[in-house]
């Protein structure tokens, strides 16, 4: 009896499976064929999500040693440590797409890939880590929670852990900021003075208007992306505006009103102009921030030769 020999599909009949996947709304996994413009826009996606979690540590880093108090360095410490930890998810996820660790950190130190324009914005006061922690961070949490259901499985597994520790990091910022809204004038005005500076580099970090972002529909129609920028920026705003109200702070848009009608904010006129400048790396940091990645790759060269040897060694 002689084996039955294994019919190889056809590129066709692969490419009828991984849509019948994204229809019936399972999840690709690694060891699945997949098209190798989804794999790129995977890695492409991914790895700018992993950049922004690891450049994101340097805002508000630079607080580390300047913390108010023991309490506050200890709540600051392990967000910041957090956010490594999301990068360590997300390039594993990438690796499970063929992307190399390395390389992708080459690439942003290199300017060939880009991460988050929000971190290339300077924290000039303690109040700054209150409000990335209520914005910045609530931004995220708008953007992050659909990719929970997003079709790549490592990706959304990913998303489910970074989500949750995401609203302590919201929580954490906003309970600063209360605080410090329970202080005194100075300190009230210190608040005032950086929503004044985050709220609308916030709203940028849902990426281009709908009409002006070309890999959105693609990325949509493969369950990527669950929902539009605008649509998750608008979510943003409806949250955020009476979280303001209860804080005491004023939002600087003289245009954010509630419509009656829809139960919706509408809002002034984003700044494209500006969000281009610090895409394309002329923000306020950008030079400082990659600097900054660049020295801890190769003073920390050491660190990964050394644990290759030990794994080499091991394995022999
Ligand atoms: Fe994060
Ligand atoms: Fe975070």
Request: net charge negative; charged share 25%; proline share 5%.
């Amino acid at each position: 009896m002689s084996a039955p020999t294994a019919v190889r599909p056809t590129e066709d009949e692969l490419q009828a499976q991984f849509d019948a996947t994204i229809a019936a709304d399972r999840r690709i996994e690694p060891r699945d064929w997949m098209p190798e413009k989804y794999r790129a826009g995977l890695v492409r996606q991914i790895a700018q999500h992993a950049h922004s979690e690891i450049i994101g540590m340097q805002p508000e880093g630079d607080w580390l040693l300047k913390a108010p108090s023991l309490r506050r360095k200890a709540v600051l410490l392990a967000k910041v440590q957090d956010e490594a930890g999301h990068g360590m998810y997300l390039y594993s996820a990438a690796e499970t797409l063929g992307a190399d660790r390395a390389d992708l950190t080459d690439k942003l130190v290199n300017g060939k890939q880009k991460y988050s324009s929000i971190f290339n914005y300077p924290t000039l006061t303690y109040a700054d880590c209150g409000v990335i922690g209520w914005l910045v961070d609530g931004a995220a949490i708008c953007n992050q929670v659909p990719l929970c259901r997003s079709s790549y499985g490592p990706y959304a597994r990913a998303m489910i852990r970074v989500c949750k520790e995401e609203s302590f990091h919201q929580r954490q910022g906003y309970e600063l900021l209360m605080t410090m809204m329970r202080g005194t004038d100075a300190q009230r005005a210190m608040v005032q003075d950086a929503v004044d500076r985050w709220w609308w580099p916030s709203l940028m970090m849902f990426g281009p208007p709908d009409d002006d972002s070309p890999n959105s529909a693609q990325s949509m129609a493969w369950g990527v992306k669950r929902h539009s920028n605008d649509e998750l920026r608008q979510r943003f705003v409806d949250m955020s505006v009476p979280q303001a109200e209860a804080l005491g702070v004023t939002l600087p848009d003289p245009e954010l009103a509630l419509d009656e009608t829809t139960g919706r904010y509408r809002f002034g006129q984003i700044d494209w102009t500006e969000f281009k400048q610090v895409i394309s790396g002329n923000g306020p940091c950008n030079e400082e921030r990659i600097t900054r990645r660049r020295a801890a790759r190769d003073d920390n060269a050491w660190v990964t030769e050394a644990a290759t040897a030990y794994a080499a060694k091991h394995s022999a």
